[in-house]
């Protein structure tokens, strides 16, 4: 089976611009969760999908949105880039949700300047 | 809010030794996760225990779980210089939720 993608792999915007992030989940999985990992605040949860409905959402702003598609793959759009969304955005697949393994992507890694 | 917290933060041994990484959690879990890093990369899925099991292992890795302490632990052992990586810990309590991690470095 081929491993979770996400595109693109690095993007470099600037404050103020939105931007699209996409993940392909493992095929069969219809669980997908989305984290923003920074060197100060680690791993943190943005959201999950499942089955096209967001099952649930972490603390971020309303600027961080998502959506998943009926052959579950994912997007995340963060609107009004600010410098602080500098991070590593990683997702992660699996069959029915966080109480199982989860499969992650190689991450997109976003540069705001 | 990190519901998991590993201890140490870093952690650097000689190939050969063992390595042993802590976790410590807040709330009642299902399941307890762990995953290792390679330097800015996605995680990778070592060992997943439940709530109702005391010990697991897995290769080279043990894991303990003891939820009346709310506190599990990660033992490598005869480490190897590509166990150099990240490692966390991560609760299900309603989502996935990971500690800060340990940074271990092994030197050939």
């Known amino acids: 089976k081929a491993g979770v993608t996400q595109t693109p792999r690095y993007l470099i915007k600037t404050r103020g611009q939105q931007v699209t992030l996409s993940c392909s989940p493992i095929s069969g999985h219809r669980s997908v969760s989305w984290y923003q990992q920074t060197p100060g605040q680690g791993l943190q949860f943005l959201f999950e999908?499942?089955?096209?409905?967001?099952?649930n959402k972490g603390n971020f702003p309303g600027r961080f949105s998502g959506r998943q598609f009926s052959n579950s793959r994912s997007e995340m759009n963060v609107s009004t880039l600010e410098l602080g969304d500098s991070a590593l955005y990683l997702c992660?697949?699996?069959?029915?949700?966080?109480?199982?393994?989860?499969?992650f992507g190689p991450g997109t890694r976003l540069l705001v300047l | 809010s990190q519901q998991g917290e590993e201890d140490p933060q870093a952690l650097s041994i000689q190939e050969g030794e063992n390595a042993t990484m802590n976790c410590s959690y807040k709330?009642?879990?299902?399941?307890l996760q762990w995953y290792r890093q390679n330097s800015g990369r996605g995680l990778v899925h070592l060992i997943l225990i439940r709530s109702n099991e005391r010990e697991k292992h897995s290769g080279r890795l043990r894991v303990t779980l003891d939820t009346s302490k709310k506190s599990s632990s990660l033992l490598i052992t005869a480490s190897r210089a590509a166990d150099t990586a990240s490692y966390f810990c991560a609760t299900d309590y309603s989502t996935l939720t990971f500690g800060k991690g340990t940074m271990l470095l092994v030197s050939p």
């Open positions: 992660a697949s699996s069959l029915f949700g966080p109480q199982e393994t989860q499969y």
């Open positions: 709330t009642s879990i299902n399941n």
């Open positions: 999908y499942f089955s096209e409905t967001q099952r």
